[in-house]
């Protein structure tokens, strides 16, 4: 009995000062980035970017020490509206020939309530690079019944303004919203 305690006991300690370090990979087809601007001041209009990645990585259970990585393609703008799409794609707006993703790379992640953080990080949009904190919950972890893999869920809103990127600087606000809210919804699988 002392033998196996004693075992336990080792094994406690070492376990104790072992650092997990766990990297995640979003689930596409459980994940989604949108983004609502408003038209004319009188409705809102949203979208999605389709083909996008991101990865966690983090050494705790709870996230609280997690890096985020983000990159979509341009070209994967989706509003329902293929001539919109387009014209969101040319040089008026995302100009996605010339800058095919957007990037964020968090820097910093701050708690700001049970399950909530305030995210910071480097946003590059059409090639200019900004400071951006957005609003994170961590929504739970649960095993995938289907791949028996460790699956984590989150959310991110906030909003960017998109002057600050020089996002279709010929277009006003009375046009189309300088604020746009984003909110992003992922499933993560640990790797």
Do not use: C
Not at 54 to 82: G, N, W, Y
């Amino acid at each position: 009995m002392k033998k196996i305690l004693f075992i336990a006991s080792a094994f406690v300690a070492l376990t104790a000062f072992t650092v997990i370090n766990a990297n995640w990979k979003n689930d596409k087809a459980h994940s989604q980035l949108a983004f609502t601007v408003t038209h004319l001041g009188v409705s809102d209009v949203s979208g999605t970017f389709n083909d996008f990645d991101v990865t966690v990585e983090s050494s705790k259970p709870d996230f609280s020490d997690a890096v985020f990585t983000l990159s979509a393609k341009i070209a994967s703008i989706d509003t329902r509206v293929e001539m919109r799409n387009n014209h969101l794609k040319s040089a008026d707006f995302f100009d996605a020939e010339k800058y095919p993703t957007l990037d964020f790379k968090s820097t910093s992640l701050k708690r700001a309530g049970k399950n909530k953080f305030k995210l910071s990080g480097d946003l590059t949009i059409h090639g200019v690079t900004k400071p951006v904190t957005l609003d994170l919950e961590y929504r739970g972890s649960v095993e995938n019944p289907m791949s028996k893999k460790p699956t984590a869920g989150f959310q991110l809103t906030g909003t960017i303004k998109r002057s600050d990127f020089g996002i279709g600087p010929k277009f006003p606000e009375k046009m189309v919203s300088d604020i746009v809210r984003i909110k992003a919804d992922g499933e993560f699988a640990q790797q």
